[in-house]
């Protein structure tokens, strides 16, 4: 039998390793905190993504919020990144807060895009776009290099993303392009770029992030066909641009057929997205 | 005092508890589901009709002049825009049916929900890649969390020498299981959680002991995380939660009520064999798949809370008693639930939620004491056995609706279960009653029970209560049981149809006590409810001894009618004697 005083040492004990406990996680709750950050802007803008983009220029509410979001993500994994390094290190985090910091310096970057590009209710950061690019090639760069010295480990989703973000990030670009062959140029590189990644991180087709990897690039095709009709000079350069991407969208949904073929809820998505795009399914 | 002794203790205990819960909260994080934002394109605009019209749709264009010329247009203006698109939509095939929704706008994903799972991306793909996360690891997050607050309200719970740090333990031993590793858990693990954890710090008692106890926990887990991997692998996320908070009813009702059948009898729920180790298990699965399998519609209508914890308690009861109930190839308990469900859901909202566990509470009594007589000795069916049986046919005839009835009462749960209580007795007593006659689809029971029914709906609702017209349904049954005259056909008379005997009986007490004709004083005392069920029983027990015609009918309505103009109190042996003897004159 455990005497009273005894129990009650036992008790407050108990609260110290629970303490303890907690502590020795608060990193991992930390980088926990912003993943739910930045799924919540996400989600946000995949649901607007759901209705196509005019709704995001009607209700820029919907970029401002995501922007928010993503940059509390940030803000976190900054922090853990600043004070907790080595504590991130040693619990292997390490690469997911990078990767974690660089998907959302990509986003930032587009929407922070935006808000400099006329929509008064976005804040622009500070920092601005570019400076987001400089840090989202230094991250990337960073943890290729840990990788290659073989001090991170980063699972098969973010292993795509790190080579895929480049190409994400040259769709942003191509959204903004003032000339016809700049954007023809940064959406060709966004659909190339994005098509090598699941390949070089060795990474199986059906696995969930190369089918998302697959919509981005119809979403890619989608947006060269947009800037087509906005900054082809006359109706013979619009017609071959859009054809150009209409012929790409089809390779793309050449690669997901298999997939799509037996997944009804794919079929669905991907059969609105070739919607979108003037196309059928192959 | 803290003491270095103390102090050790305690953190042993404690990175005990947490130790593997820490490296799965870690692990986790490592492959949590991220959100992946598709980069922004434009839904349907103009570019959209050029690119259609230009490839699938050339031919279109070809034939349609204002097309080719919109097309081959430079600057198109904002309505030319629109036309464009008008064009497409009009022109353009018809969508595959599987892939169309009426009324949609063209482009638009219809499910949001089904884009966002599309886009929530795991670490790792399903068991094919790197590491497969347990399912606590999968968890591990919420559960810390969670644990976390529910501790810091009770911190010495978290020791293994208190209840719910047992219970804790046992739950996360049980999640960590590798046969559970593909379940996608993350919606009904916090519950489970919850559901084991209070349920122990509600009875303490329940994790008083030791290793059994803490078994008990993680095969009632281990059941639920099965049921939840078999249904809700396909499930939505709304699916999911509601099955979630349907699972934690299971997990508390089988800790809360079943404890006590189960830790009384180890040896059977927790066994050291092969076959039985799992019997607790197999109880807990078959009372999971029914709230969130392919029947959870039939069978949550039909559970409160209460009400299941009443069905669980009397599936365990059952087993403890019989486990072959569980050893059936057709998962016996199962199928029963199914078929009383089936039977009970016809009956109305109000009543079904108190009939059904009372209902699955009695018939699972009745059947395990008596295997192998109400259910022969191969056991397949719902359909061969008597008591499910002769539920379905109780329950079929008193929610029968008839037009003109004038005997209709709303019953209560408590008239119909006393009712049901009555018919399985009687075909426990003689499973004959099951037994279809020549010539006639329904059993005997069932073709008794409509005879009396069909007799008292014809009754003036005014005179005859629920509980008495129920009390002359078992009156009538038993006398049935002991005569099966009573299901003898009288032939037609210048009077009236032919009838079943039972019918002719009951009607001729009737007609004659309600007759209009009657001093008021005498009909006061007869059709006094409890008088006219004595009269009833009275009456059929002395025509159980005599080959029952009209002419027995006759001397019964004679004697009925004398008693009434006697103006004498009435009195059942005086009643039963005259009968008797007019009884003995006619034959």
Redesign the interface.
């Known amino acids: 039998m455990i005497d009273h005083?005894?129990?009650l040492?036992?008790?407050?004990?108990?609260?110290?390793?629970?303490a303890?406990?907690?502590a020795?996680?608060a990193s991992?709750r930390h980088?926990?905190q912003a993943?739910d950050a930045?799924?919540h802007?996400?989600?946000d803008?995949?649901?607007?993504?759901?209705?196509?983009?005019?709704a995001?220029v009607a209700q820029p509410s919907f970029a401002s919020g995501a922007t928010n979001y993503y940059r509390t993500a940030l803000a976190l994994v900054d922090r853990e990144l600043g004070d907790n390094l080595a504590d991130l290190k040693q619990?292997?985090?390490y690469g997911?807060a990078l990767m974690?910091k660089a998907?959302c310096l990509w986003?930032l970057a587009?929407l922070e895009d935006l808000a400099v590009l006329g929509d008064a209710s976005a804040q622009p950061s500070a920092k601005g776009p570019s400076a987001r690019d400089d840090g989202l090639s230094a991250t990337l760069q960073t943890v290729r290099r840990e990788l290659d010295a073989g001090s991170i480990t980063i699972?098969?989703?973010?292993r795509v993303?790190l080579f895929a973000l480049p190409g994400?990030r040259d769709?942003?670009r191509g959204?903004r392009a003032k000339t016809m062959d700049r954007a023809r140029a940064f959406f060709e590189s966004?659909i190339d770029e994005t098509d090598k990644a699941p390949g070089l991180a060795h990474?199986?087709e059906?696995?969930?992030?190369v089918?998302?990897v697959r919509?981005?690039q119809l979403?890619?095709c989608?947006?060269w066909?947009?800037a087509?009709?906005k900054l082809a000079a006359?109706?013979d350069e619009?017609?071959t641009e859009?054809?150009a991407?209409?012929a790409r969208a089809k390779s793309v949904l050449t690669g997901l057929k298999p997939l799509y073929d037996e997944n009804?809820?794919?079929?669905?998505?991907v059969?609105?997205?070739a919607?979108?795009?003037?196309?059928?399914?192959p | 005092m803290l003491n270095p002794e103390t102090i050790l203790f305690a953190i042993r205990a404690g990175l005990q508890l947490y130790g593997a819960a820490r490296k799965a909260y870690i692990d986790g994080t490592r492959g949590r589901p991220l959100v992946l934002p598709l980069p922004r394109a434009p839904g349907v605009t103009f570019t959209t009709a050029i690119a259609f019209f230009l490839g699938d749709g050339q031919d279109i264009a070809e034939a349609n002049p204002r097309v080719a010329e919109l097309i081959a247009t430079d600057d198109l203006s904002d309505d030319e825009k629109a036309e464009l698109v008008e064009l497409m939509i009009a022109l353009r095939p018809s969508e595959p049916p599987e892939t169309e929704t009426p009324g949609a706008v063209p482009g638009l994903i219809g499910s949001e929900e089904d884009l966002l799972a599309l886009v929530t991306v795991r670490q790792w793909a399903n068991g094919r890649y790197g590491p497969e996360p347990t399912a606590l690891q999968q968890v591990a997050g919420t559960l810390v969390n969670l644990a976390v607050d529910y501790f810091t309200q009770t911190p010495g719970a978290v020791s293994e020498s208190h209840p719910e740090g047992r219970a804790l333990k046992a739950f996360l031993e049980a999640l960590d299981d590798k046969d559970f590793a593909t379940i996608e858990v993350t919606d009904i693990a916090p519950e489970l959680m919850i559901a084991v954890v209070e349920s122990v710090s509600a009875h303490p008692d329940l994790l008083a002991g030791g290793q059994k106890e803490q078994e008990l926990v993680k095969h009632v887990t281990s059941s639920l995380a099965s049921s939840a991997k078999t249904f809700l692998a396909e499930a939505s996320s709304a699916e999911r939660r509601e099955a979630s908070q349907w699972l934690q009813l299971v997990g508390r009702s089988l800790l809360e009520t079943g404890a006590e059948t189960v830790l009384a009898n180890p040896q059977r729920f927790l066994g050291v064999g092969e076959g039985e180790a799992a019997l607790i298990s197999r109880v807990g699965t078959v009372v999971s798949d029914l709230v969130i399998g392919e029947d959870s519609l039939t069978f949550r209508p039909l559970l409160s809370a209460d009400g299941l914890n009443k069905v669980t308690s009397a599936v365990l009861a059952a087993i403890a008693d019989n486990p072959d109930l569980l050893k059936l190839e057709d998962a016996g308990v199962k199928s029963i639930l199914l078929a009383v469900a089936a039977d009970v859901a016809k009956l109305p909202n109000l009543l079904s939620k108190d009939v059904f566990p009372e209902l699955v509470r009695l018939i699972l009594e009745k059947s395990s004491a008596n295997m192998d007589l109400i259910w022969g000795r191969r056991f397949r069916s719902p359909k061969r056995h008597l008591l499910v049986t002769a539920s379905q046919a109780l329950l079929k005839e008193l929610s029968r609706k008839t037009t003109g009835a004038t005997w209709a009462p709303a019953l209560t749960g408590t008239q119909l279960l006393t009712t049901a209580e009555a018919v399985l007795d009687e075909v426990v007593d003689n499973p004959s009653w099951l037994v279809s006659r020549a010539g006639q689809s329904d059993s005997v029971l069932g073709e008794a029970i409509q005879a009396v029914m069909d007799t008292l709906r014809s009754v003036d609702g005014d005179r005859i209560s629920a509980d008495t017209g129920l009390a002359i349904l078992r009156v009538a049954l038993g006398a049935v049981g002991n005569h099966i005259g009573f299901l003898g056909e009288l032939p037609a008379t210048a009077n009236g149809p032919a009838r079943v005997a039972i019918s002719a009986a009951l009607d001729a007490v009737f007609a004659t006590v309600f007759a209009d004709g009657n001093e008021a004083e005498a009909q006061w005392t007869l059709a006094r409810n409890s008088a006219l069920t004595a009269l009833v029983e009275v009456a059929l027990d002395e025509l159980a001894d005599t080959a029952i015609g009209d002419a027995e009918i006759a001397v019964l309505r004679d004697v009925v009618s004398q008693t009434l103009a006697s103006g004498t109190r009435f009195r059942v042996e005086r009643f039963a004697e005259i009968l008797r003897q007019r009884l003995e004159q006619a034959a």
């Open positions: 005083g005894k129990k040492s036992l008790t407050a004990a108990l609260a110290v390793v629970l303890f406990a907690a020795s996680c991992a980088i926990r993943q930045f799924n802007a996400a989600t803008e995949n649901r607007v993504f759901a209705v196509g983009r005019d995001m619990d292997h985090l997911t974690l998907m986003r587009d699972g098969e989703r973010d993303m994400l769709h942003d959204l966004a990474v199986d059906r696995h969930p992030v089918i998302y919509c981005a979403s890619s989608r947006a066909q947009d087509a009709g006359d109706a619009r017609n859009i054809k991407a209409s009804p809820a794919l079929k669905a998505i059969s609105s997205l919607n979108r795009l003037g196309v059928a399914l």
